[in-house]
């Protein structure tokens, strides 16, 4: 049984509230420049006053999109070219080495050439966006689609499947815990990117919010920010749960 | 053989087709310069030692960020691992943190340190803490309980507990971490200077491409791609060896 | 029982005297290793075969040349008057791993389904299918359960049912029972004897066990040596149907088992003789 009110819960809420409230204390007393360290109660303040106000909600939607975007880009051709190296010797040794050499690099490295090719705009976001997130879920793809047991591709040549009835109904699948583990890497990536890319060129959204709030030193401001990033970043993740739940229901269950 | 020809296949077909059409003209991007000027950049990089600078300051700020990663990491992560109800209780804390880009941090560390080796190697510091801290709770409480019986009962104090018993016995695990960590620094460190601060080799990349000099911009890129390379290839060699002394214990 | 007298397996006419499935001088390597060597099988409509050998004797090898998943080096391999060239639907294989056999992904009711979805059975018309195998292998109560939820000898019936629903002529069996415990196992040993006897399939079975090999079995063949031939090939002459306790009692039941252990100690032996063959 869970109990409501577990003891252990009650004192990692009193843990984060008392490191909240030493903040608040240490502020109050100008023991620590308020510059840096707004008291907490003002950066909820403003946060309070943006949403009451709803000036937070562009900024939210628009880093929210960008990051879905190119998260969805990096999740479709990452998955597809698993796919492919994973099930075939041939696009594994025609891919690997190119595919090895790009992925130490740096995916804000990129910036510099999107820039070139895209200009400073959403597109080239995107593009760096996806980029960057591409290398968890591709190679946990390859993992997957390269680790289907045996025995059940065995079945698959008895039973006469073509190679796309053999990816759809066995080798997707059976690849499926791996990919969905790798898509939640990519995501949190995908977020870092966006808010790389939106400092980086002043693209509208939070991370620009934040950027643009130490610039004119309005550090509760940039406080707010932070919160809202951590929210997306928790939530983005517990949807991704979410959906891993949903999926791989069956890897659960046990009698 | 049959792999790597077939392997070099993409890169090389590329860069010929690459080279072949700017030279006759059909591809008139000033983007793409050509591989031979990109040779050329790097090499007069190269020799009046501009990149070999840059790539210090880099590693050097990468370095010295996973260092402080290292020591807070390990500290903390070995108490809340030898005490289970601390890591209950500060748990949640820390994974309200973990999710937040360190690079949403650079803002602060800039008002903080101002430009410069201090805001680099925090905002890296942060990053790299998360892996290191983990495994090391982990790595802490695998320790067989035996272990830490036996420190008990020869009374050895905290330190000497720490130093003989608890850390040998988890380094081995603590060693994924740092590598996982090892690699993030590098990353992180180039990062903050595309974006924010005035040294290195990723500020010298972005300024390659607002100064469109851009044959030095490949170079620089193809010049990270092998450093990023170069250090998964140490990490995953080297970083394998100190852990075998210990496995004699 | 109304769905599958539709299927043309349940009236195909039984016992014509010429062999359903004759190998001959099959020989497969890996490599520089040879696995088989001229092995010579032959085996008529609706026969139980048993193969024994021990461990490493290139068993399943055989099994998965009959399935087409491996190619003959040399000779030939005939079912039903054509080559074997490759997996067909025809020839329906049972792995010993069940866990790693079944889509873990789908419930029972899926797995068996993927067997009919392979032969572009009307969507109308599989749940009908699925009911009667469901019933026939005694799932009925599990069939919108997980792999995962089911026991051993369960997820092994699930295995079966998929293999009954593509509608094979041969069923190859690669030591199915090994992993389960003794009670489900003698279960399962005769629900598969009165299912192939039910659909006249043709079997190809195999065991290191060699008691299941005599009371399942029509003919044992004995695989051994290294590379592995067929180096006995026996007839069973035991009552049909087949009981536990009488048939295991029975007097040449026990001299079958005899004779085959001797054989295979014999074979194993490092003083044994040289066989002719590979002289």
Redesign the interface.
Known sequence: MRRLFDP?KL??????LL?LAAWQLLADAHLISP??FPSPLRAFAVLQQRVADGSLWLPLAATSLRMTVGWLLASVIGIALGAAIGSSR?AR??????L??????????????A???LGLSNKMSIAVIAFGAIWPVLLASVHGFSSV????T??S?????GRW?FLR??AF??A?PDIVAGLRVSL?IA??LT??TE??SSLPGL?WD??S??RF?R?AD?YA??IM??LL??AA?HLILLLEWRV?R??D??? | M???L??????VSSLVAWETSSRTGLLTLE?LSRPSDIVVAGYVALRDGSLLLATLQTCETALFGLAIATVIGIAVGTILGLVP?AE??????VE??R??????????A???FGFGVGLEASVVAYACVWPILIVTIAAVRAIEGRLIEVAAVLELPLWKRMTKIVLPAAFERINIGLRVSA?IS??VA??VE???NPRGL?YN??L???SLQ?GL??A??VW??L???V??LVLSHVGRGPTAIWRPL | MQALRKNPVAVRPVGADRPALSISNLSVRFGARTILESINLSARKGEFVCIVGSSGSGKTTLLRVL???VRADEGKVLFEGTEIS????D???I?Q?YS??L????TVRGNVA??L??RNVPAAEQEAIIAELVARMGLSHAKD??P????GGMQQRVQIARCLA?DPKLLLMDEPFGALDAMTRQTLQDEILQLVADKHIATVFITHDLEEAIYLGDRVVVLGGSPASAVESMEIDLPRPRNQLTTREDSRFLAYRHRLFEFLVHERSPLAPQRKGQD
Not at chain 1, 11 to 16: E, K, Q, V
Not at chain 2, 88 to 93: E, K, L, M
């Open positions: 252990i004192a990692a809420l009193g843990f984060a490191l510059i840096f041939l040794n025609l891919l690997d080495p190119t090895e050499f790009i992925r130490p690099l740096p995916a804000s490295a990129v910036i510099p050439v820039i070139l090719f047991p045996l025995e059940l065995n079945v040549q008895v039973l006469g499947f009835d109904k066995i699948p059976s499926l949190a977020l870092i808010v790389v400092m980086q991370g934040i950027f709030a130490q030193y550090s940039l920010g932070l990033l951590a970043g928790f993740n791989l069956w890897r269950l046990r009698t | 049959r792999r790597l077939l392997g070099a296949i993409i890169p983007s109800t209950r209780v500060a748990g949640p804390t309200a943190l999710p937040i880009p360190a690079i949403a941090f650079m803002p602060l800039l008002m903080m690699a590098l990353v180039v990062t595309i974006v924010l990723g990349l972005i390659a491409e607002q851009i911009m490949w620089l890129l990270l791609c450093l990023g390379y250090l998964n | 399935a087409g998943l490759g997996p067909s639907r020839r329906a294989i792995f791993d790693k056999a889509l873990p992904w789908r993927l067997s979805e392979a359960q997980f995962n939820q089911l026991s593509q």
